[in-house]
T-cell receptor, first 116, second 116 residues
Framework: DAGVTQSPTHLIKTRGQQVTLRCSPKSGHDTVSWYQQALGQGPQFIFQYYEEEERQRGNFPDRFSGHQFPNYSSELNVNALLLGDSALYLC???????????????FGEGSRLTVL | AQKITQTQPGMFVQEKEAVTLDCTYDTSDPSYGLFWYKQPSSGEMIFLIY??????QNATEGRYSLNFQKARKSANLVISASQLGDSAMYFC?????????????FGGGTRLMVKP
């Protein structure tokens, strides 16, 4: 049973470029969330997708956008890259927008983005 | 104000001994959930343990237990019988009812190093 898979694992971009990161949720999961983790810090919530719609968003600018496909996989797009966008981008999946009574939220190994 | 505070940037523990990782939180929401994740160098966030704000008993999962002191707003993780493979970053996180879904707020993490 495959867990959450993300691609690419590493990538290097230059300032001003655009990047697309991809995530396949764990089998049976239909909800995907994205987090940004800067070096030495805890992850920060970017947004959540459920039923192909953005359901919740953290404090990130519109340069960060996403998409969810009918097969529940998801993409994170970042436009006009800044040096400060260098981070590990983590995808998490669950079955449904998870309520409070469970810890069923699984993370992938992340995509490490370096912006030069 | 920080919602999740982990005051120990790094900790050493001798193999086979127990260790406590501290976490304090701040919320005015009466309904919330507290999580601990382990992040090895691979980057994946591995779920360890969950405690709901209305749970009467402290959560336990194998060698992991959560020392939940609601009045003090603390949720410390206790790892018993430390193993070399426990060396990793540990993150405390919270999900509040008014932000239901997968939005977790993470602390800055504690790096645990287990000595042989």
């Amino acid at each position: 049973d495959a867990g959450v898979t993300q691609s690419p694992t590493h990538l290097i971009k230059t300032r001003g470029q655009q990047v697309t990161l991809r995530c396949s949720p764990k089998s049976g999961h239909d909800t995907v969330s994205w987090y940004q983790q800067a070096l030495g810090q805890g992850p920060q919530f970017i947004f959540q997708y459920y039923e192909e719609e953005e359901r919740q968003r953290g404090n990130f600018p519109d340069r960060f956008s996403g998409h969810q496909f009918p097969n529940y996989s998801s993409e994170l797009n970042v436009n006009a890259l800044l040096l400060g966008d260098s981070a590990l981008y983590l995808c998490a999946s669950s079955f449904g927008p998870v309520g409070l009574n469970t810890g069923e939220l699984f993370f992938g190994e992340g995509s490490r983005l370096t912006v030069l | 104000a920080q919602k999740i505070t982990q005051t120990q940037p790094g900790m050493f523990v001798q193999e086979k001994e127990a260790v406590t990782l501290d976490c304090t939180y701040d919320t005015s929401d009466p309904s919330y959930g507290l999580f601990w994740y382990k992040q090895p160098s691979s980057g994946e966030m591995i779920f360890l343990i969950y405690q709901g704000s209305y749970d009467q008993q402290n959560a336990t999962e194998g060698r992991y237990s959560l020392n939940f002191q609601k009045a003090r707003k603390s949720a410390n993780l206790v790892i018993s019988a430390s193993q070399l493979g426990d060396s990793a970053m540990y993150f405390c996180a919270m999900r509040e009812a008014n932000n239901a879904g997968n939005m977790l707020t993470f602390g800055g993490g504690t790096r645990l190093m287990v000595k042989p």
